[in-house]
């Protein structure tokens, strides 16, 4: 940094794991086509004992074509994804390693999850109540733990900067995401992947939230299960992926003549003090993280085209969600499109920030923004506009991306066209 200002952080490179395609291209083609991700869970034998028994599955995943057979054994279902959105992300920013005239050490990874190898858990728990002790797997732990997605990745590149994992439920790959920027803006790092994945849709998972009365119940209509901002919606479907960005410093991407795709120009956190579950009255904690990121982006509310929203399909946050828009934006509110890919992905947990943060990117880049599906009965207090129509055309100079998680964190990302496109 000199003189104190702030260096600009674009976006080089992104990927994706999701439930409605793997890779940018396919998922971004099927968000434009109001594609649910939505079915009956395979992953095991959801029966009658579970309320819920549906889910947005990852499907067709072959690991095989970035991991090796020993990889893949030793490496939990959430870091897989992790890796290969990585991957996508790294060639399409035209790297192998670290980039051109950056020094390992200023090459960082901060990946955001926020459970971690759950699968890992649960199969090992079994193992040792079933079979002893000395029948539990030695890599569990590695397998597990939270930070060893952003470990692996930067093994597989030798990125020898920065390297940690936000946890912070829902909102931990948007923490993510928003720390890489500002490890990259006061100048400890020149370029960071960044991003999120989670892998939850278990036995354990799913009677958990079940338990809490916070997923959709709505098991004979897996497509239309997830409907934000609808009167008849009954909680979120859980989804599961990864999402990456690489992060670099505009003049470290200027000079090799790295494709940029946008820019990070802004970046709130905060946090509600209220309710372990529930968000704050009209959405305050959610009203400060967008407040900030706008001041952040150096932006005001009528400059706003588009607000990805957290979007659960839970009555609470849609409700407070919109509140929070409407203080924040003003008059500008009515003539912002405000959608849920939660809609067509379900909640992606830990990865839902990178995700939908990756989303307003290619939204602020096209010019499109993906609809709101199955919003067939408007929610009097949810009173915006949603796209429920179809694919919104217009241009996107500004984007912001919410993210809320248990625990009363809130986070907002602010996503800039980039102005040479």
Known sequence: ????????????????????????????????????????????????????????????FDASQVLDPKEIRRYDRFAQFALVAADEAMRNAGLDGVPEGVSEDRFGVIFGSGIGGISTFEEQSRTLLDRGPKRVSPFFVPMFIPDIAPGLISIRYGARGANFTTVSACASSAHAIGEAARTIERGDADAVIAGGTEATITPLTIAGFSAMKAMSTRNDDPAGASRPFDATRDGFVMGEGAGSLILEAREVAEARRAPILGVVAGYGSSADAYHITAPAPDGQGAQSAMRMALADAGAEPTEVDYVNAHGTSTPHNDRSETAAIRAVLGDRADDVVVGSTKSMTGHLLGAAGAVEGIVSLLACRHGKIPPTINLQNPDPDCDLDYAPEGMRERPVTLALSNSFGFGGHNVCLAFRRWAQD
């Open 1 to 60: 940094m000199k003189n104190g200002s702030k260096r600009e952080v674009v976006v080089t490179g992104v990927g994706l794991v999701t439930p409605v395609g793997i890779g940018v291209e396919t998922a971004w083609e099927a968000l434009l086509q109001g594609k649910s991700g939505g079915g009956t869970i395979s992953h095991f034998d959801a029966g009658e004992d579970f309320a819920t028994r549906i889910a947005c599955e990852v499907r067709g």
